[in-house]
Structure formats: structure tokens, C-alpha cells
């Protein structure tokens, strides 16, 4: 199970094209967080549409998963590399969403926030020295450290 999102439920609403074009929209919510894989994923919607002999999926709607990585009738195979790569990151998932749908990759998305954080964290430290240092340096006649 993915720790990452367990308080974001990728979810898609699974139909088929037979019963969309027999003026039918029924189908059902599935969670991604339900499956290791897609293969897991696929083997699912057909037990959902069994009923048909050769059931071709229509995903109607969908909840937390990149636009670039969905369509109407598939869904990108690396997917779940996402998902465990955002799982094993610093990076909030919802942020990593937007920035796949803004057309960044995993690297260059890592490598801007290792640089926000490093920025971050000089800004905390030279607070921190100015915190300690700051009244003796004042005491002796040298400006502290601007924030």
C-alpha cells in the first residue's frame, strides 16, 4: 500500500463504451490504492463489467491523477512509478500532481525543491546566528546579519 496517499485516494470512475452508447453511465468508483499495478487495476474493471464478453473500459472521471498521465480509455503505464516515487519523496503529492500536469519531470521538480529547501534552510541559519550573535556583535559595534 502506498503511505504517500493514503489521505489521497487516486480514484477513477470506470464505464464502458457499450453501456455509454446503450444510454447507460453505470460503472464504478475504483481506487488505484486498491492494486500493486495496473495490471491489477485492468483485471478489476473487468470483474466490475463481466457481464460483457469483451468489456472496453471508458474512464469517465478521475480523482488525483495527472491529466498527462489519463484518458478516456487508458492510463499511462508509469503511473504507479509515480506513485512510488512520490511515496520515497520530501515532495507533497498534490504539488507533484500540478507539476506533472505543467509538463516538469520527477528530476527537475526534485532539483528546484533541493534548492527551495536549501535556500530555506541558509535563510534559518543565518536567523539562528543572528539570534545568537547578534546582541554581541552589537555590543561590539558590527552590524548583524540582514534576514
Not at 507539476?99 to 534552510?121: F, R, Y
Request: glycine share 6%; with cysteine; charged share 20%.
Amino acid at each position: 500500500m502506498n503511505t504517500v496517499i493514503e489521505k489521497i485516494e487516486p480514484m477513477i470512475y470506470v464505464g464502458t463504451y457499450e453501456k455509454y452508447n446503450n444510454g447507460s453511465i453505470a460503472g464504478k468508483w475504483l481506487s488505484l490504492n486498491d492494486y500493486d499495478d495496473l495490471e491489477g487495476f485492468y483485471k478489476a474493471c473487468k470483474e466490475l463489467h463481466n457481464e460483457e464478453h469483451d468489456p472496453e473500459f471508458m474512464f469517465q472521471d478521475f480523482e488525483y491523477i495527472p491529466k498527462s498521465m489519463i484518458g478516456e480509455s487508458w492510463i499511462d503505464p508509469e503511473f504507479y512509478n509515480l506513485l512510488n516515487e512520490a511515496n520515497m519523496s520530501h515532495i507533497d503529492y498534490e504539488v507533484y500532481l500540478s507539476a506533472v500536469d505543467h509538463g516538469l519531470s520527477w528530476e527537475t521538480l526534485q532539483d528546484s525543491m533541493m534548492i527551495l529547501i536549501l535556500q530555506l534552510k541558509w535563510q534559518e541559519v543565518r536567523v539562528l546566528l543572528s539570534l545568537i550573535y547578534g546582541p554581541i556583535i552589537v555590543l561590539i559595534g558590527i552590524k548583524p546579519l540582514g534576514i
